[in-house]
């Protein structure tokens, strides 16, 4: 015991990579009466009997264990049984990740999962999740609605969003998808930011019981087709959720005449978050099924609470024994229900339940001989890790067709079609130096951001359709440097155009000189004209904050201007309003100060009023600078 508690204490859940699932099975037959259980506080230590796990293939095979300790008041209202397992194989892993939900039993009762193993462990003692705490998981209500095909309700026009009682209310919706949705201004949504409050709301959870002295609990993540620096930036978003990322096979054997028909006490199990040119899944081992409805792992995924994502039958290859920790290799064979549950004990399965899934396209043009130009992958549906996901999709095609190790610029036209409301289309860009693209840039991309805001809306449920993705890139730096602007003239007339020269540098390429023309407006007679130089995609139009799922759809594509432009910016004397998802871009000041100082917590928002002139550039740009003129007095 004093071993024990000198060593940290993980889950022994594993993720691993999936393969491409077709459509879901139908239900499990009923597996009879409920199987008999022992309570902790009739375990007796020194107790022995027998566990049931995948060691390879998709037979369940027993292995011996015998009970050396209780953990009390292990987690809130659970405890944990100790146990040793001598066992060929185990002798060697010692504790092995995948192995999370295999069932223990003593004189022919379930106590409940194997779940917990200690890292650098050095014999096989393992930590059993008491299988009471787990029936109460399975005992828990899921919404009824997570039974039937998602409700899509009649789309809103912009601009009218839908009422509730005195003026335009949120539509309040129940929440399906647990405590993962972002919270905050959905304008301010970032992926790395929406990771963050996930993690905040897990800290607590990840965090040791206290007087245990036991390490934090994770689980590994391992990821499929995915290029080393991809699997860098997903393990920086990942890990401080609870998970240890690495890199696995991606799957996609083919059929399999020996597949089981139903889940059984014991088998492999898979939960899957992407599959198909990329995938990952949470490998795991089945406790016990009953009916329709099952539990696993012995332990949470991720803590969601309430979710619906696609469950499969899995296979196990190998156990990798590990100084450091061990875990099962395998992959999935056979979609079959979904996870409608994700708590302390155990993640709960219905095989009733279809997990709404979207489909992610993407196309590469540009690179004759790229080593593969169409990709394909589908998500699992949910406010956290369809973003995160399409990032990762977006940046390993990139980062995989650019493996040449030269300068390339990458540019992203996505379209993203969302069930009841049509498509919107997103532009992103890039620069890749050396081959080496920045992963940053995608976790940030417009699409991304899109799909996140879209998902963690607040007014209603919204279905992502599809994704399709058009990918263009050239094998050079497709961009200027703005180094040196300057007027031609000194003082300029209201009504005459202001010619500003540019200086534009390129990597290895010979300096060029543009010249723009930008209308001078008779509000600056007499006046000096600032105008500031600044490139499309730093900058947007002005929009009314969106008050329905519509006027946000109508918003996304509207955030910047197209990212190979020139903005000249300035701003003019008097005052815009946003109001109901409106814009009124100049009002009188005698106005625009009565409307916006209504004592209304609905009353339009003040605006600056500014002028943003887009010029086309044909490459991206970069930097931004100011101009200074003086405008000669009018004459009228």
């Not at 391992?222 to 609870?242: F, I, N, W, Y």
């Not at 532009?427 to 976790?443: K, Q, S, V, W, Y």
């Not at 009314?544 to 201007?561: G, H, M, R």
Request: glycine share 10%.
């Amino acid at each position: 015991m004093h071993l024990l508690k000198t060593l940290p204490l993980l889950p022994a859940c594993l993720l691993v990579a999936s393969a491409p699932v077709v459509a879901l099975s139908p239900s499990v037959n009923a597996q009879g009466t409920r199987v008999p259980t022992l309570d902790v506080d009739d375990i007796k230590i020194g107790a022995k009997g027998y566990g049931l796990t995948v060691f390879q293939g998709m037979k369940p095979e027993k292995f011996d264990v015998e009970v050396v300790g209780i953990l009390r008041k292990f987690r809130p209202g659970q405890d944990l049984i100790l146990i040793r397992t001598p066992h060929e194989r185990l002798n060697i892993a010692h504790t092995v990740a995948g192995m999370s939900g295999s069932p223990i039993f003593l004189d022919g009762k379930m106590i409940g999962a194997y779940a917990y193993g200690w890292q650098f462990g050095a014999e096989p003692i393992a930590g059993v999740t008491p299988i009471k705490n787990m029936l109460q998981d399975m005992a828990r209500p899921v919404p009824p609605n997570l039974l039937q095909p998602i409700p899509v309700p009649p789309p809103s026009q912009p601009g009218t969003p839908r009422k509730s009682g005195k003026g335009f209310q949120p539509v309040k919706r129940a929440s399906r998808e647990g405590g993962n949705e972002f919270r905050g201004d959905l304008g301010e949504y970032e992926l790395q930011r929406h990771a963050q409050q996930i993690g905040e709301r897990l800290a607590g959870s990840l965090q040791a019981p206290p007087g245990t002295k036991l390490a934090s609990p994770s689980t590994l993540l391992s990821l499929g087709g995915m290029g080393d620096r991809m699997v860098k930036a997903v393990a920086e978003m990942m890990t401080p959720l609870g998970f240890d990322v690495q890199q696995g096979s991606g799957g996609g054997g083919g059929p399999d005449a020996n597949v089981p028909m139903m889940y059984e006490n014991g088998g492999a199990i898979g939960i899957q978050l992407i599959r198909g040119d990329i995938s990952a899944q949470g490998l795991g081992t089945v406790t016990y099924v009953e009916g329709d409805k099952l539990v696993a792992f012995g332990h949470p995924m991720m803590q969601g609470g309430i979710s619906s994502m696609p469950a499969s039958i899995s296979k196990v290859h190998w156990i990798l024994a590990s100084q450091m920790r061990s875990f099962k290799m395998g992959e999935p064979v056979k979609p079959m229900g979904a996870m409608v549950n994700d708590l302390q004990a155990s993640i709960v399965i219905d095989t009733k339940v279809t997990a709404p899934t979207f489909p992610v396209t993407v196309d590469v043009d540009g690179v004759d001989g790229a080593p593969k130009k169409s990709w394909s992958m589908e998500i699992a549906h949910e406010k956290f890790l369809s973003p995160m996901y399409l990032a990762a999709a977006m940046g390993n095609t990139v980062e995989s067709t650019v493996s040449e190790r030269r300068d390339a610029t990458w540019e992203a036209k996505t379209k993203v079609y969302v069930k009841g409301y049509g498509s919107l289309e997103l532009h992103d860009f890039g620069l890749a130096i050396g081959g080496t693209p920045n992963t940053d840039e995608f976790f940030r991309s417009r699409a991304v951001r899109a799909v996140g805001m879209i998902l963690n809306n607040p007014w209603e449920y919204a279905q992502i359709e599809k994704v399709e993705m058009k990918l263009k890139l050239t094998f050079a730096r497709n961009l200027y440097s703005m180094r040196g602007v300057r007027p031609l003239e000194d003082t300029v007339d209201v009504g005459d155009k202001l010619r500003v020269q540019l200086r534009l540098t390129q990597f290895n390429a010979v300096d060029e000189t543009r010249t723009i023309e930008i209308p001078v407006p008779h509000e600056f007679a007499g006046k000096e004209f600032a105008v500031s130089l600044v490139p499309g995609w730093m900058e947007g139009p002005e929009l009314a904050p969106p008050e329905s799922l519509a006027t946000l759809l109508a918003n996304l594509p509207k955030q910047s201007f197209a990212p190979d432009s020139l903005l000249a910016v300035y701003q003019l004397p008097g005052t815009g309003l946003a109001f109901k998802g409106l814009i009124a871009p100049r009002l009188p000041a005698s106005m625009a100060d009565s409307l916006a100082t209504a004592n209304d917590s609905d009353a339009p928002r003040a605006l600056p009023t500014v002028v943003r002139i887009p010029f086309p550039m044909g490459k991206f740009i970069e930097g931004r600078d100011t101009v200074r003129v003086r405008v000669r007095p009018s004459l009228r």
